[in-house]
Nanobody, 127 residues
Framework: QVQLVESGGGLVQNGDSLRLSCAAS????????MGWFRQAPGKQREFVAG????????QYVDSVKGRFTISRDNAKNTVSLEMNSLKPEDTAVYYC????????????????????WGQGTQVTVSS
C-alpha cells in the first residue's frame, strides 16, 4: 500500500515556474514507477511525465518537453515535477501516481496501469 500526497500547486502568471512535490508513504517506494497526470475541466486525464523506479528513464508528453522535468529521490520517498515557462493551457489539477513494476527502467504511460493516486493539486496559469 502506498499513500501519495501532492503539494506545490497554486496560481501563477504566464511564463512563471512552479515545483510540484509528491510525498509517498508505505513500503517499497523505490520499486514503483511514478507519474504525473493532469486533468483540466471538461477534459480527460492525461499523462504529463513519468519516471522509472531506478530514475534512469523519463518520458514526457510532447506539450511539456523542454519545460517540465520529473525527478525522484528514493531515499526521501518523493517525486517532483519542475514546471517552467508555464502557459495557460497547463492549467489543470495535477495528480501523482505510483505503479508497481519489476522492470527498473520502465516508464508507465497509461493511467489504468497505475495502482495508487494522490488527491491532486490545482495549478492555474493566468494569461
Amino acid at each position: 500500500q502506498v499513500q501519495l500526497v501532492e503539494s506545490g500547486g497554486g496560481l501563477v502568471q504566464n511564463g512563471d515556474s512552479l515545483r510540484l512535490s509528491c510525498a509517498a508513504s508505505g513500503r517499497s517506494f523505490s520499486r514503483y514507477a511514478m507519474g504525473w497526470f493532469r486533468q483540466a475541466p471538461g477534459k480527460q486525464r492525461e499523462f504529463v511525465a513519468g519516471i522509472s523506479w531506478s530514475g534512469s528513464t523519463t518520458q514526457y508528453v510532447d506539450s511539456v518537453k523542454g519545460r517540465f522535468t520529473i525527478s525522484r529521490d528514493n531515499a526521501k520517498n518523493t517525486v517532483s515535477l519542475e514546471m517552467n515557462s508555464l502557459k495557460p493551457e497547463d492549467t489543470a489539477v495535477y495528480y501523482c501516481a505510483a505503479a508497481g513494476t519489476w522492470v527498473s527502467t520502465r516508464v508507465i504511460l497509461t493511467a489504468a496501469d497505475y495502482d495508487y493516486w494522490g488527491q491532486g493539486t490545482q495549478v492555474t496559469v493566468s494569461s
